[in-house]
Structures are given as structure tokens and as C-alpha cells.
């Protein structure tokens, strides 16, 4: 959708997706800077370090982030985001683009990039004053490497990769990263060695930089060693990547070992598509690598029998309890069932009525598929110390007084929970999976 407004505003485009408003109540006249005494749709969300403008803007629940920067590097950045969402790469969500903004003197101001907001995502300021150092090498930087890898496997150049460019989403435990900033990515073909070792260099001396940084301003403890961590970043990404592109040679009668290189990929996050398997002329030796990866073979079997769109630890976790759920079934029927039809009676009888249950004053504390989480982990703790099954109603009790009540309001961090000093008031930019 193209909007050419009239009149004072002549020159204004505004070019945005269908589903999304047109944004045309804005005052596009104004530098971003200036928006929060302009507008009441201006929200505040922390900040991270950025050398553009960003500001944040409301509409009808969902939330907006605003770009100032150059109108090549907008649309660059635009187009880019199209491509990664098109690879179903987790991403920040492009919504537009305004261009042509004047002030009311006639000057210049710059174009706006608009994406979507990704709920429930977490800067990393965040996480560090939250969790371990230990969570912080076994979960953030590994969600960082799958990522870049992704990113990798896919053609795409970053450039620019930084814990300021990037939003973690609990995971199940674990976390998931969101590329944030793509103003310096390009997509090819594929990646020579090269090239994915200078992106992967950078990478390693901006986080370490971001270490460095977070050590100096007390959100790390001093014990942490930025060196350290990311050679641990850079050896991961070294051992996944092998792990993916390698070629296995095995003899002929060792197929098992076919096997065990995809359970291998499956324990990283990815699935195998398909194999190049190649035997020798004497029939005796085979060449297999994987030829078509991606992450989440079990969110996309959940996707498919129940149609929730989660994370791929999640998925892990809510298939265990569908499996479950499914067997119990089987054996109150006396008979096999249709997985469709378990998956149909678990979302209905089991995820629904918990998801129900919790008040709507907790509903902002995580999203559906982690509180779900959540709630069987405590089932299970209280199963464990009671030595007897514990059932959802009387879980339900303790799960918000003990654990929903403590938890922070995630879904929309406050600017204050994130900041580190008194300029870090405007938002962060983020985006939305899909």
C-alpha cells in the first residue's frame, strides 16, 4: 500500500503492507527525536545502542518501531528484510518505508524504516542483569551462533553482527535470537569461506567489545572474561558449521552411521531435508551431507497437528506432553489413535483450558507456549515432592501465587527494567516472528 499525502505534506511516501495502518497521523514532519511531545502514540521500550534514532509507536495493541536513516539505506534495509522473512529467518518483521519527509520550512529530514514489534523479545541488557554468567555462555551465545549460522547457510552476509543488533526470546529454557539491525546484509548464492570467516570475525570483536562494555557498566560481573566467551562463541560456530556442510565418508555397510550424523543435527535444532548420498565404484565406501537444513523439526511438526506457532524448544516440550497425553488416551480407548485426533483432544482438553485458567493480569508475563512451559515444570517439580501425580486444577493454585506473581511483565519490558543510564530512554528496535 502507497500513500501520497497532499497538501502541507506534499513529497511524503509512505509505503506499507497490506494488514498494517497507514501511519498517516504521524508528525512525519518532525525529526523522531522530537515524536514524544508530538504524539501520544509514542510508547518507551528499552533501549539498546544504535546510531540511528528510534522511536516506537502504538496502534490498536500492536507496537511499531520507527527508523531514522538514510532513504537508500532504508529501502536496502527493507528489501533485505523481505528476503529473510521470505527464508522464514528469525528476524525483525519489515513493515515500510516513509520517504520524502520535509520539515514545514521545506528542509530535508531523513526516511523512516517501519517494522513490527516483536513481543516478548528481551535485549540483552536485560538478560545480564537476570541470569548467570553460566546461562550466558550455554544459552545466549549459542542462540547467537545458530543464528549467524542460519544466517550462513542461507547466503547472507550480516556485517554488522553485536548484541546490540540482536533480541532473545525465551525459548523453553533456552533462547532464541532475532536478527535486529540488517542495514549492512547482503544475500547472495551462497558464501565463500571468506566471507563467512570476516562476518564471523566481526562478529566475535563487536560482542566482545559489548562484553567489555556490559563488564565496565556493572551488568556482568567482573569474573567474566570477554576473550574467553567469545572463543567459546567462535568455537561453536566452527563445530556447527562443520556439522552441517562436512562430507561423512563410511563404508558401505555402516548406514547406521547415516543415522547418527542426523540425530546429531536434530540435537543442535535442525532438520535435515534431504541427503547426498554417493557410493564409491566399488560399491564399498558412501559420501553423505546434508543438502537442505534448517532449524525446527519440532515446531514444525507441532505447527502441523495442532497449528500453534511456537519456538523450537517449546515445540519439544509441548510434544512431549502431547505424546503423553496421546498415550494416556490410547489406553482409556483401548486402541490405537490418530495422531491428529490426540493432538486435536491435547489442545483442547489440556493446552486450552491451562492457557484459560491463568488470569489476564499474567497474561503479559510470557507468552502462551513458554507459560505452558512453565506450568509442566512446576507440575512436574510438584508431582516429584508430593510422589504422586499432581492434576492441572490443583497445579493451577500454586503456579500463580508462586511462580506467575513473581515473574517480570515481558511482554513489553519497561524503559527503566533495561537502562543503564539517563540517555537510554528511546526503545529498542524489534520485530515480529512470523
Not at 186 to 209: F, K, Q, T, W
Request: charged fraction near 30%.
Amino acid at each position: 500500500m502507497s500513500t501520497q499525502p497532499s497538501g502541507a505534506e506534499a513529497g511524503l511516501s509512505i509505503v506499507t503492507r497490506q494488514g498494517h495502518p497507514d501511519f498517516l497521523g504521524l508528525p512525519w514532519d518532525q525529526p523522531l527525536e522530537n515524536w514524544r511531545d508530538e504524539t501520544e502514540r509514542v510508547v518507551r521500550v528499552p533501549k539498546g545502542q544504535s546510531r540511528h534514532v528510534v522511536c516506537m509507536v502504538q496502534y490498536e495493541g500492536r507496537i511499531y518501531a520507527l527508523k531514522e536513516t538514510e532513504g537508500p539505506l532504508a529501502e536496502h534495509e527493507y528489501q533485505i528484510l523481505r528476503r529473510l522473512e521470505e527464508a522464514r529467518l528469525p528476524a525483525v518483521r519489515p513493515v515500510g518505508v516513509a520517504s520524502g519527509r520535509r520539515r514545514a520550512d521545506g528542509s530535508e529530514l531523513k526516511s523512516v524504516l517501519i517494522t513490527r514489534f516483536l513481543d516478548f523479545a528481551l535485549p540483552y541488557q536485560y538478560l545480564f542483569r537476570t541470569t548467570s554468567p553460566a546461562f550466558l555462555r550455554d544459552r545466549l551465545l549459542d542462540a547467537a551462533v545458530v543464528l549467524l549460522t542460519r544466517l550462513h547457510l542461507e547466503g547472507v552476509y550480516w556485517g554488522d553482527i553485536s548484541l546490540a543488533n540482536i533480541l532473545f526470546r525465551r525459548d523453553a529454557g533456552a533462547l532464541m535470537a532475532y536478527l535486529v539491525d540488517a542495514e549492512t546484509a547482503e544475500c547472495y548464492p551462497s558464501l565463500s569461506d571468506a566471507m563467512r570467516e570476516h562476518d564471523l570475525a566481526l562478529g566475535v570483536e563487536n560482542i566482545a567489545g559489548g562484553l567489555c562494555d556490559a563488564v565496565c557498566g556493572g551488568l556482568l560481573e567482573d569474573g567474566v572474561d570477554p576473550v574467553q566467551v567469545t572463543g567459546e562463541l567462535e568455537d561453536r560456530y566452527q563445530r556447527i558449521w562443520a556439522e552441517l556442510t562436512s562430507q561423512d565418508e563410511i563404508a558401505a555397510h555402516e548406514r547406521w552411521k547415516i543415522n547418527e550424523r542426523i540425530e546429531r543435527l536434530n540435537a543442535m535444532g535442525f532438520d535435515v531435508d534431504e541427503l547426498s548420498i554417493v557410493q564409491s565404484p566399488d560399491g564399498t565406501r558412501l559420501k553423505i551431507r546434508p543438502v537442505v537444513v534448517e532449524e525446527g523439526h519440532a515446531h514444525m511438526r507441532l505447527r502441523k497437528l495442532t497449528g500453534l506457532e511456537v519456538q523450537e524448544n517449546q515445540a519439544r516440550t509441548l510434544l512431549n506432553a502431547l505424546d503423553a497425553y496421546g498415550l494416556l488416551l490410547e489406553r482409556e480407548a483401548g486402541q490405537d489413535l490418530l495422531e491428529v485426533v490426540k493432538a486435536y483432544r491435547w489442545v483442547s482438553e489440556r493446552y486450552e483450558p491451562v492457557i484459560a485458567a491463568i488470569p489476564a493480569r499474567y497474561r503479559d508475563r510470557l507468552d502462551d507456549a513458554q507459560l505452558i512451559y512453565e506450568f509442566v515444570e512446576h507440575r512436574f517439580s510438584l508431582s516429584k515432592e508430593a510422589g504422586r501425580q499432581i492434576e492441572n486444577d490443583e497445579a493451577m493454585a500454586t503456579f500463580i501465587e508462586e511462580v506467575l506473581k513473581g515473574l517480570p511483565q515481558e511482554k513489553t519490558l519497561i524503559a527503566h527494567e533495561c537502562e543503564t543510564g539517563p540517555d537510554d530512554v528511546l526503545p529498542i528496535q524489534t520485530g515480529e516472528a512470523q
